[in-house]
């Protein structure tokens, strides 16, 4: 436990597309990767939505993984994995609802094991697993997620209850907006949207408008502004001065231990560390 100043550092971005289908999420998305990183070698569809993200193959030569089911969150970890080791640095996940609703998903999983309430204690580490490698990826992701229309029930003016639309809702666990970075909710099927969550303060309450490789260009300039994290956690690595201290930076960096770079940094460091015993 450490009290120290705060510090604004560079990020790798989260961003969540949601709408119905045909509303545009994947192209959008496209266009949003291509404007964060310039290089359409760069980036990558985890793809979940029967070939779909072949259809803008014209745009450019961007990479597929086409996962089939069971859509259990280990299967989807993996082809996020494979993204990063591959060094894909936008990496698109279209769609995230199954993983929750799908074949193989959690809620496939919960009703296989006997449906009851206490079972969730099985599925719920498992989806968590899966939210945890979207946060701490360091590569920047997209992820698109279906919405369904949702219904409530009320009582009318003759104080009898009936059920009644109350707007959409995205088909995955609760609560999953409010870990990412920035939200984009489809209102139309002409790709208009707006900010349901927005932590970078660029696009809450502003008018709906249609993404562009523009809006990827503006949400990295947002990122970039800071320190950089990985040369901060090299530094960091580089200037412990005993075996307790730089344990405990290693471990608080989970996201670069897969970085062979940073691993031999480590390395060197721990050597010299145990030569001054």
Known sequence: ?????????????????????????????????????????????????????????????????????????????????????????????????????????????????????????????????????ILHTNMHVITSVRRKQDYEMVKNDKGRAEVQKSGTKEITREGFEYEITLNFEFVNDNHMVKASKDRTGLFMNKPEFVITKETGKQLMKWANMGVDERKYFISSIKGAKNREELETIWKNNTIFHTDSEIIEIFKTQNAKINDKK
């Not at 980036?43 to 996962?67: C, F, K, M």
């Not at 990063?84 to 009703?111: F, K």
């Open 1 to 133: 436990m450490e009290l120290k100043k705060a510090e604004r550092k560079k990020v790798k971005l989260k961003i969540g597309m949601s709408g119905a289908s045909g509303f545009g999420k994947t192209y959008s998305s496209l266009l949003l990767a291509k404007g964060i990183v310039e290089d359409w070698s760069k980036i990558a569809i985890i793809d979940t939505e029967n070939r779909s993200a072949q259809l803008y193959a014209d745009l450019g030569p961007y990479n597929v993984i086409e996962l089939d089911p069971p859509y259990s969150p280990e299967r989807y970890i993996q082809a996020i994995e494979m993204c990063q080791q591959s060094g894909i640095e936008v990496c698109i996940i279209d769609s995230i609802t199954h993983e929750w609703d799908g074949e193989g998903g959690c809620l496939d999983i919960q009703n296989k094991l006997g449906g009851r309430f206490q079972d969730w204690a099985k599925v719920t580490p498992r989806h968590k697993a899966f939210i945890n490698c």
